[in-house]
């Protein structure tokens, strides 16, 4: 077994590595962050109901599918695509992670199988129809879509599209947040050039809600959609504050396409399964795609000094979803069918206080404005580094397996 001693390195906030029992520890801490179901008596008897999670193994798939496992007793298939260690180099951390995640599936009696492939791909929506078929009685309850992706291929064109985080109309000025080799921050301006030619149309593309209705329309096809089945796209919103390279650029057109995507879906499966389509929207967090949009980290900074552990992490968000999911609570989105569970980070005092912030916000006075310490870690602990109870010194196994399953 390859053994090391698994260091970070670092270019800004991508990890060259990542290390496998930080990455075990992580998930493990994050379903004792799960609630448990508060009524016992209600949690699901036997075998569960059978879900689809596509994007398993990162931020807020992550969270859906432990708080899925723990908080609805899910069993079925989750989906990511990550990479296998090789001499040189560790596995990527949802590689470690889907291991852990495994592993608690197992010891919960949750038969939840982990594919690791192309999402987009028609061969990947295959063979999930064809497990569901095999192996969960041919029907499939629930499917919840969090895929964050820099590129899409097109399985009828062949076509790749790739996503950029541009603003639409004119350069964008932000404030952001950097730090050095030493972890000193700095906070500077960057500006953003605008969207060109198809800049907004590539994006939409590859997030927009396009992949979304195609996994509807073949599991439709292969009628494997239970009667009452429900499905949830997750995305973002967020502050005024980084509207304008978010919620306003191109990313916030792809996130248009999605909610109107679900409004598509939602009355469709209504007329055919008696089923839902609703896109859920989170708050904030540090997630590996978050850290690439410019201000974001900034933002983050400052509303964990705002809310401190008020601040509310996804695993908990989706346990809410999970109990509007399946009945456990009054399925309720907003106008455009969007579940809401960013009123936290969005209240307006919280806002304002962060305004405030980010107006003050310089090199000098960043560090008693927002809460840094915990934003480096939660950088950090993305990659399995800077977990409690993990001994970084010591030699650690890479070379962890993908988990199997029988056929």
């Avoid at 992670?97 to 192309?118: E, K, M, Q, S, Y």
Wanted: charged fraction near 25%; include cysteine; glycine fraction near 10%.
């Amino acid at each position: 077994m390859n053994e090391r001693v698994v260091t970070p390195r670092n270019r800004g906030f991508l990890f060259l590595d990542s290390h496998p029992e930080g990455c075990r520890r992580s998930v493990a801490d994050m379903w004792h962050a799960c609630p448990a179901p508060a009524d016992p008596a209600g949690t699901p008897e036997g075998p569960g109901p059978v879900a689809l999670i596509v994007g398993s193994s990162a931020g807020y798939g992550l969270a859906a599918t432990l708080a899925g496992l723990k908080r609805a007793g899910i069993r079925g298939i989750a989906v990511s695509f990550e990479k296998a260690p090789t001499e040189r180099r560790t596995a990527t951390a949802g590689w470690y992670r889907t291991a852990a995640t495994a592993d608690i599936a197992r010891t919960a009696g949750r038969d939840l199988v982990f594919l690791n492939g192309d999402a987009f791909s028609d061969a990947m929506k295959n063979q999930v129809a064809d497990l569901i078929e095999r192996r969960f009685g041919g029907r499939l309850d629930h499917l919840v879509y969090s895929v964050a992706a820099p590129r899409r291929t097109d399985p009828d064109t062949g076509t790749t599209y790739a996503s950029v985080l541009r603003p639409i109309g004119r350069a964008h000025r932000t404030k952001t947040l950097i730090f050095d080799e030493q972890g000193v921050p700095e906070v500077r301006e960057v500006e953003t050039v605008p969207a060109e030619a198809d800049d907004v149309e590539q994006t939409v593309a590859v997030m927009g809600g396009a992949d979304w209705e195609r996994w509807i329309d073949h599991l439709s096809d292969r009628g494997v959609l239970a009667e009452g089945f429900t499905t949830a796209a997750l995305s973002y919103i967020g502050s005024p504050l980084t509207a304008a390279i978010y919620r306003q650029g191109t990313i916030g057109v792809a996130k248009a396409h999605l909610e109107a995507t679900a409004r598509t879906l939602d009355e469709r499966l209504g007329k055919t399964v008696g089923g839902r389509a609703v896109t859920c929207v989170n708050g904030a967090a540090v997630t590996q795609s978050s850290t690439a949009v410019p201000g974001i980290a900034l933002y983050t900074g400052l509303l964990r000094g705002v809310l401190g552990q008020d601040m509310l992490p996804p695993v908990r968000q989706l346990a809410a979803l999970w109990d509007e999911l399946t009945g456990r609570a009054p399925l309720a989105p907003d106008d455009e069918d969007r579940i809401r569970l960013d009123a936290w980070e969005l209240a307006d005092d919280v806002q304002a206080a962060v305004a405030d912030r980010w107006q003050a916000a310089t090199t000098d006075t960043i560090s008693g404005l927002a809460d840094l310490d915990w934003f480096q870690a939660e950088v950090r602990r993305l990659y399995g580094f800077s977990v409690p109870g993990v001994d970084y010194a010591a030699p650690v196994a890479t070379d962890v397996p993908w988990p199997g399953h029988t056929p």
